[in-house]
């Protein structure tokens, strides 16, 4: 009996997480001795960790993740991360997560802050790095006669800044006419 109880909690002595899944419940609770928690690390990793111990495997994951493609030269697109069927954090302390985290059930809040806690939440860039090499940037002179070479009938009729800019140069012109016109009249 007791070697049954000790390979049971085995997982937890090895490999200690910063989080407490209540499958029950659908709620994971931070550790109050803990004030800092990553997304990917102490979460989402954490989540697939759990699930594979004991007989939570019957429970339904508590997490998803997009992001992470390659964009060249050894980078990867960030991580975005979701809360899946019905999952919440529940906070008790005041932490600061770095990662971003969302709800996929859009009727729930991802926290639930308890008296006392609260989230600091700290997102970087959804690009690890950006590299720009093997592109050219044109520069503010070119993106000038870029501009000014358009012909504005190109955008009549839309919605645009250079839909505007026709539609104002027609207008012009019409007043133009129309006061030519008066002054012929007149003279």
Do not use: H
């Not at 989402?44 to 060249?72: E, T």
């Amino acid at each position: 009996m007791i070697t049954s109880t000790a390979v049971s909690f085995w997982d937890d002595l090895v490999d200690p997480l910063k989080v407490i899944f209540d499958g029950d419940n659908k709620l994971i609770y931070i550790a109050p001795q803990y004030n800092t928690i990553n997304v990917k690390i102490d979460l989402y990793s954490a989540a697939k960790r759990w699930l594979q111990r004991r007989q939570n495997m019957s429970y339904l994951p508590p997490l998803r993740s997009i992001g992470g493609d390659s964009v060249g030269s050894g980078l990867y697109a960030g991580d975005i991360y979701f809360l899946t069927n019905n999952w919440r954090v529940d906070v008790t302390n005041t932490v600061s997560i770095t990662g971003i985290l969302y709800q996929d059930n859009l009727s729930l809040d991802t926290y639930i802050v308890e008296a006392g806690g609260g989230v600091i939440s700290t997102v970087a860039n959804l690009a690890y790095a950006y590299n720009t090499t093997g592109v050219t940037v044109p520069s503010a002179a070119e993106i000038r006669d870029e501009i000014l070479g358009t012909n504005p009938s190109t955008y009549a009729n839309t919605e645009t800044v250079g839909g505007k800019i026709y539609d104002t140069k027609e207008d012009t012109s019409e007043i133009k006419t129309n006061t030519d016109n008066i002054i012929a009249l007149t003279v």
